[in-house]
Nanobody, 128 residues
């Protein structure tokens, strides 16, 4: 059983940066593919980024490509989402997710149904 705890959210101005962290605890946390999703009010939870267990493969939604970077430090059992050039449309609750799989193709990584464990979410608000 994995437990995921996100942190690092907050209020930032248009064009600013934030780094989200997801601390994982559990016997398989360092061997799990991990992802970030976000959910804005009134919208479905949407894929943001994902990484394989060792960070060799990363995937991004088109809307964040070039602005966001996902990374992980397995020694700390932590996954990060560095968010630069933030826009008001990035405002959402951001969720960390883990799969029982070590890696996934993009065709699976963007699907929230492919993830088995979820954190409680952290709010990111970008003001214009």
């Amino acid at each position: 059983q994995l437990q995921l705890v996100e942190s690092g959210g907050g209020l930032v101005q248009d064009g600013g940066s934030l780094r989200l962290s997801c601390a994982a605890s559990g016997p398989t946390s360092s061997s799990s593919a991990m992802g970030w999703f976000r959910q804005a009010p009134g919208k479905d939870r949407a894929f943001v980024a994902a990484t394989s267990w060792n960070g060799d493969n990363t995937y991004y939604a088109d809307s964040v490509k070039g602005r966001f970077t996902i990374s992980r430090d397995n020694a700390k059992n932590t996954v990060y989402l560095q968010m630069n050039s933030l826009r008001p449309e990035d405002t959402a609750v951001y969720y960390c997710a883990a799969s029982v799989l070590a890696q996934m193709t993009y065709g699976r990584a963007y699907r929230k149904q492919e993830y088995d464990y979820w954190g409680q979410g952290t709010q990111v608000t970008v003001s214009s």
